[in-house]
DNA sequence: TTTTAAATTGCATACGTATGCAAAAAATAC
DNA sequence: GTATTTTTTGCATACGTATGCAATTTAAAA
């Protein structure tokens, strides 16, 4: 029961042909009479044949393939953005090697299967990298792109909204609007986006010299939730929340929302990254969207372009604010 | 600048062994002494060395790679699914090539792309497959697995709960405390998931006389939102609302609380799929649990252990029911 | 028609690995 | 010590494709 799969060989037998005829019939830009092109291809048809990609990928040291790592994380904004890569690069004629990690840092483990398949470059979205690995990567040729993250010390491209502007301009709106009572609830506090937005919206206020106070949560929506509820019991109940991202600022919202606390009227909220529930009618939360398909298209233009650049770019894309039903 | 990677070969010279011996070391099995495989480790670590799991995967006809397919949906249970996946088959040294598609059906241009990569077998999670296609993979002799999907025409195998037994048991629960005003807000009506849960729920009350109301929703937030909110506004507020996934009954569940509808007293609700969110403190959703790991591992025990089995296998696991706040 | 140029094809080899076979080396038995 | 068995190693080849080079065919020019 053996049936080995077909290869251009099989078919150039058929065909009456060498097996480089067959080959350039599969091969842009290659010389075949129209003729033979049409005989090979009918035949090929006929017995299902393809091309290996792989004994191409040896041959012409290119694999059509990109290695995407993404971190075990509860936001749907990752999920929204990996469906994103995956269709764009396969525009693009690449596939896509996925890895799901559940580490705080991807392994070196988990970066050598990217390497043994070698692909020819790496997203890396929402996890951290050493830079042992990095340097790794390095070595071996293979470009690094980080999505939505950024990191001073690490060589590598990177890809994201410039969060530091972004929560300035949220603090000034909130500011001109009047609010002095205001909260920020952060992520991850190891994660560049969350202390770049941080920082961005603590600047403003301490510019004009205004206190404001910082909760500390981790991007997740249960963190936020009892945070926020925490907040109100003991008695604070502030003019203005600005949660880290969008469900970090929806946790917020329900909390309130149970309180009996009326939105926007006694407190606006508002998110940051603008997944899809934000828009979910029972939410309608204002926010600040992220240019996602451009990162996503820089990203990949990025990786794939130049891939020789050794000395990286970092890329920040700004994004606008959307007003819906939790801010006035 | 050109930098060619590092080849067994080179790691061979300069420990004065073969290509061969290199080779040996690398393959779990084969004989080398222990002197040899020390020294050539060493090199082998000092270089970099890994071997190019192309030219492995070609020459041993196995190239521990599967490949996973996913609908674009926003149901949050896929996610969770796909991280799942991607773990546990590379607990078990596979890799994934992964593949998001916005059609309904799985195109043959997408399936393609698994085939010349020389995928082991293929997951096919939300979408829908032809029987075309799944003909091809037939004839190339790939095992097709479809996750969460049942298809009687389709000569593949499939792992899935057992949604009529499980909306049976949902509705045996519902009939059982005495309530009679039930609704039923399907899923998209041309999905195995949703038609099942709505046979076996209505058979459920058919065979006791009960009329049953059914909405048809299309397994998204907004709909099953709007759906509900129209039904209340029309005069309807029933005693039971069953949606045939969680993101269902979690639209109906915001909308009869924007009603300020009491739940559970007034109105309950339940799911299905226990995804993340319906254990969030302002739903706590009741809902019926999918055994999603034990799916996971059987599908990929299915698709990897024996591959050969043309014969479909059909497995529909059971699942249980999780009471929280939403009934009582 | 012959000569010259251009297009098409086949041959041979390379990519980086694994493996059957035979030779060499090491271990064991006598 | 030799004879025998076992282990380790190298050689050669295969996997399926792409491509430089030379040979062949076809087209164009004369």
Redesign the pocket.
């Known amino acids: 029961m053996e049936k080995?799969?077909i290869?251009?060989?099989d078919v150039a037998k058929l065909a009456?042909?060498?097996?480089?005829?067959v080959?350039?019939v599969?091969?842009t830009g290659?010389?075949?009479?129209?003729?033979?092109r049409k005989k090979v291809l009918e035949i090929a048809e006929e017995l299902n044949y393809r091309?290996?990609a792989l004994?191409?990928g040896?041959?012409?040291?290119k694999t059509n393939m990109v290695g995407l790592a993404m971190k075990d994380i509860q936001n749907p904004f990752y999920h929204e953005v990996l469906g994103m890569f995956t269709q764009k690069l396969r525009a693009k004629g690449y596939s896509v090697l996925f890895v799901y990690t559940e580490n705080e840092e991807i392994q070196q483990d988990e970066i050598n299967h990217f390497l043994e398949y070698n692909v020819e470059g790496i997203i890396v979205t929402d996890a951290l990298l050493s830079s042992k690995v990095v340097t790794k990567l390095h070595d071996n040729n293979i470009p690094v792109t980080l999505f939505n993250r950024y990191h001073k010390d690490l060589e590598c491209n990177s890809v994201s909204c410039d969060n530091i502007n972004a929560a300035k301009e949220i603090a000034k709106y909130v500011y001109e609007k009047g609010y002095r009572d205001i909260v920020f609830i952060t992520g991850k506090t190891n994660t560049s986006t969350s202390r770049d937005r941080q920082k961005g919206f603590m600047d403003f206020f301490n510019q004009k010299g205004i206190q404001i106070t910082i909760l500390e949560g981790d991007y997740t929506y249960d963190k936020s939730y009892y945070l926020t509820k925490g907040m109100i019991e003991s008695g604070h109940q502030p003019e203005v929340i600005f949660g880290a991202n969008d469900i970090t600022a929806i946790g917020a919202l329900d909390a309130l929302k149970e309180k009996n606390i009326s939105i926007p009227d006694e407190t606006i909220i508002i998110g940051f990254d603008n997944i899809k529930m934000s828009s979910w009618p029972s939410y309608m939360l204002s926010t600040w969207a992220q240019p996602m398909e451009k990162m996503v298209d820089e990203t990949i233009n990025l990786l794939l372009t130049d891939p020789k650049t050794i000395n990286k770019k970092v890329l920040k894309l700004n994004g606008y604010f959307i007003h819906r039903n939790t801010t006035k």
Chains 1, 2 share one sequence.
């Open positions: 080995r799969s290869s251009a060989k009456n042909v060498s097996q480089s005829t080959s350039r599969f091969t290659a010389s075949v009479s129209e003729k033979t091309p290996n004994a191409r040896l041959i012409k040291q």
